[in-house]
């Protein structure tokens, strides 16, 4: 089969043949339609994640897939052949990603059906993104009424958070430089949202709308410890990079995204998306061949997602 592949990291991705993988007890065969680029697949490519977990070469990189089962393992209930489905990779191990014309995917966490009026290429981008964003949010606590400023607000977790913090009722404050990007941000929600020049005086901007600081911070991009300084006493804060620090006498909430792909997670998104409630932002669209270009046009610095077609 035809997929991306790493023969060492940190390396270059590349178009090259490897061979076609078939689904262990518990796991699923897909026939891969559509993937996307994360920043977790960035992390991987530059070698961030050596030592932190297992790498297996020619590494195949690629974290989300939507696509047709081709094969079920023995053990799996639920999926059969023909089945259009979508999810993250969550193998314990690198190197059997989605960026591949077939991948074995466990069967028990990280897949779900793909329901109808939801394109491919949408639900080829919606499951890590999508999860994180669903999950960080959780962190946060009830949100309707509240004040909750998202930085990182043009990535494909943040816009998928705004939209999700918004449609829960939250007073949005979601961070982005003028121009194309905040154009991009408002036009996420109908909601109310107030947007911010990352590029100045973060403080002084959010101190302007939330005088009292705000309920909770989703924090994705920039200085974790500025925002955090930002949350009122009380808040919570909840972190993509780590958890923040705080001092005791705040008594703020703080914790890690660590985002699990359940299949309730992965079908209640897409079932938002397939009625109109979400958006999949993808913005620029790139066949399996063009993968190297649609790395280098990731860490470029892009607005919503980049959705790899597989042909």
Do not use: W
């Amino acid at each position: 089969m035809r997929a991306v592949t790493l023969p060492q990291v940190p390396g270059t991705p590349e178009l090259a043949e490897a061979e076609k993988p078939r689904p262990e007890a518990g796991e699923v065969l897909v026939k891969v339609a559509a993937s996307s680029v994360n920043g977790f697949d960035l992390g991987t490519v530059a070698g961030y994640l050596q030592g932190v977990m297992e790498h297996r070469f020619p590494l195949i990189p690629g974290k989300d897939f939507a696509g047709t089962v081709e094969a079920v393992g023995e053990g799996v209930e639920g999926f059969a052949v023909g089945d259009a489905v979508f999810g993250v990779v969550t193998k314990a191990h690198l190197g059997t990603g989605s960026m591949a014309q077939y991948v074995a995917v466990p069967a028990a966490i990280g897949i779900a059906h793909q329901p109808e009026g939801v394109s491919v290429r949408d639900a080829g981008a919606l499951g890590l993104a999508g999860t994180a964003a669903f999950d960080g949010l959780a962190l946060l606590g009830p949100l309707e009424g509240r004040t909750v400023l998202i930085s990182g607000a043009t990535g494909g977790v943040g816009a998928i958070a705004v939209q999700l913090a918004a449609a829960r009722g939250a007073r949005v404050i979601a961070t982005a430089k003028p121009g194309s990007e905040s154009s991009f941000v408002s036009a996420l929600t109908d909601a109310e949202l107030t947007v911010v020049d990352y590029t100045q005086d973060v403080t002084a901007q959010v101190r302007a709308v939330a005088p009292d600081g705000v309920d909770a911070v989703l924090h994705l991009a920039g200085d974790v410890a500025e925002l955090t300084a930002l949350a009122c006493d009380g808040g919570a804060v909840a972190s993509a990079l780590g958890v923040p620090e705080s001092p005791e006498d705040r008594k703020l909430q703080t914790a890690m995204i660590q985002s699990k792909p359940t299949a309730d997670t992965l079908s209640t998104l897409a079932g938002q998306v397939a009625s109109g409630a979400l958006k999949v932002s993808v913005n620029s669209e790139f066949d399996l061949e063009q993968a190297p270009e649609a790395f280098a046009a990731f860490g470029g610095g892009t607005v919503g997602k980049i959705a790899i077609t597989v042909a």
